[in-house]
Structure formats: C-alpha cells, structure tokens
Nanobody, 119 residues
Framework: QVQLVESGGGLVQAGGSLRLSCVAS????????MGWFRQTPEQEREFVGS????????YGKDSVKGRFTISRDNAKNTIYLQMNSLKPEDTAVYLC????????????WGQGTQVTVSS
C-alpha cells in the first residue's frame, strides 16, 4: 500500500507563486509515475502533469505549460509542483497521484490541497 500526502496549498494573489509537495510512503518503488491533477466543483478532474523516476515530465493543458514545473526528489520520495504566474482560474484542489510505469490507471491518490488564487 502507498500513502500520498500533499502540502503547500493556500491563498495567493494573481501573479504569485506556490510550491506544492507530495510525499509518498509505504511500498514505493522506482517503477511508479507520480502526477498532479486538479479539480473544482464545476469541472471534472484535470490532468496537470506527471513525472517518472528518471525525471522525465509531461504536462496536460497548454494553459499551465511554461508556468508550472514538476520535479521530484527520489531520495525523499517527494514530487513538487512549482506554480508561477498564478491566475484565478488555477483555483482548485490539487491532488497527487501515483501509477505503475507502463500503465494508464492512477492507482493511488492523496487527499488534495486547496489552492485559491484571488484576483
């Protein structure tokens, strides 16, 4: 079993920055991909981006490319989401997830951390 715990959310003004963290514990191995999603009451869960063990990352919507950066520290079993130039439309609950490499099913999920961007 794997547990994922996010942190770093909060309230920030438009144009500001936040860095989210997600720590994985339990049966973690090298063969997992970790990712970030976000969700609002009005929209379905949206893929933000993911990163593999070697640091290769992919991003979802074009709206976050160039503003959001995913990184990981394998020694700490932690991934990060650096969010810059935040916009009110980035307001959401941000969730961390993990899936086995080579699969498409996100197997483990964190509880999420709220990010609120004020205009």
């Amino acid at each position: 079993q794997v547990q994922l715990v996010e942190s770093g959310g909060g309230l920030v003004q438009a144009g500001g920055s936040l860095r989210l963290s997600c720590v994985a514990s339990g049966r973690t191995t090298r063969n997992f991909v970790m990712g970030w999603f976000r969700q609002t009451p009005e929209q379905e869960r949206e893929f933000v981006g993911s990163i593999n063990w070697s640091g290769g990352s992919v991003y979802g919507k074009d709206s976050v490319k160039g503003r959001f950066t995913i990184s990981r520290d394998n020694a700490k079993n932690t991934i990060y989401l650096q969010m810059n130039s935040l916009k009110p439309e980035d307001t959401a609950v941000y969730l961390c997830a993990m899936r086995p490499a080579g699969t498409t099913t996100w197997q483990y999920w964190g509880q999420g951390t709220q990010v609120t961007v004020s205009s």
